[in-house]
Nanobody, 115 residues
Framework: QVQLVESGGGLVQPGGSLRLSCAASGSYKSIDLMAWYRQAPGKQREFVAR???????NYADSVKGRFTISRDNAKNTVYLQMNSLKPEDTAVYYC?????????WGQGTQVTVSS
């Protein structure tokens, strides 16, 4: 089993920045993919960004150039640096991990972009 705990969400003004963290514990070794998803009120959960164990990254078109995903394997943590935030980025952000074919989700952290 893998446990994922997100942190770093909050309220920020448009144009501001936040950094989300996701710490993995339990059987965190051999995690080959970690990612961030988000779900806005009344909408389906959507992909935001992902990073492989080899640090290859992919981003949703809506966040390219504004968000950066990274991982610190020594700390078993993945980060999402979010810059130039927009009101439409408001959502609950979820951490995701895939380990040996099994999927794991964190509990989510709220990000609200509003003036």
């Amino acid at each position: 089993q893998v446990q994922l705990v997100e942190s770093g969400g909050g309220l920020v003004q448009p144009g501001g920045s936040l950094r989300l963290s996701c710490a993995a514990s339990g059987s965190y070794k051999s995690i080959d993919l970690m990612a961030w998803y988000r779900q806005a009120p009344g909408k389906q959960r959507e992909f935001v960004a992902r990073i492989t164990s080899g640090e290859s990254t992919n981003y949703a078109d809506s966040v390219k150039g504004r968000f950066t995903i990274s991982r610190d394997n020594a700390k078993n943590t993945v980060y999402l640096q979010m810059n130039s935030l927009k009101p439409e980025d408001t959502a609950v952000y979820y951490c995701f991990a895939n380990r040996l074919g099994s999927s794991y989700w964190g509990q989510g952290t709220q990000v609200t972009v509003s003036s």
